[in-house]
């Protein structure tokens, strides 16, 4: 699932100012375009997936997801696209990322909608969620 061959845009300094959390050192998060191509991630986001920024630029966000959850991913994607806010990423699915490694982590996130000149970014806050969860048999 690559993205289209196009350049990454660049992102407006109103969505970085807009996402202060994007330069601090604590809090994973990765920047989307309205259609899901990744923007950036900062540093504590490249410790967490095991890759740099510019390796996941250009590539649609699912890459960040595990294989088989890929394409549901999509459809929550658009949904949210529908009617952006900020709030959690729904618990209820149990959120699951996968890094460079092919290591699937249990992830809780949280999902910030970001508009610059018309246009919608999306922040994710992203951290390991240790608390258990039911086996998926």
């Known amino acids: 699932m690559s993205s289209p061959e196009m350049p990454s845009p660049e992102i407006p300094d109103e969505v ?6 994007f330069s601090g050192q604590e809090n994973a998060v990765v ?14 986001a490249e ?5 740099d920024s510019d390796d996941i630029a250009g590539e649609f966000v699912e890459m960040l997801v595990p294989t088989k959850k890929r394409w549901g ?7 949210y696209l529908a009617e952006p ?9 149990y959120p699951e990322a996968e890094t460079a490694e092919g290591e699937i982590v249990p992830i809780v996130g949280r999902l910030q909608p970001v508009r610059v000149e018309g246009k919608l970014f999306v922040a994710a806050h992203v951290t390991r969620d240790d ?3 039911p086996d998926a048999t």
């Open 16 to 21: 970085l100012d807009a996402v202060p959390e």
């Open 31 to 44: 920047i989307v375009d309205f259609q899901g191509i990744v923007l950036a991630m900062n540093k504590p």
């Open 47 to 51: 410790e967490f997936f095991g890759m």
């Open 73 to 79: 991913h999509q459809a929550y994607r658009r949904g």
């Open 85 to 93: 806010r900020d709030r959690e990423m729904d618990p209820g699915l």
């Open 131 to 133: 608390a258990p969860r």
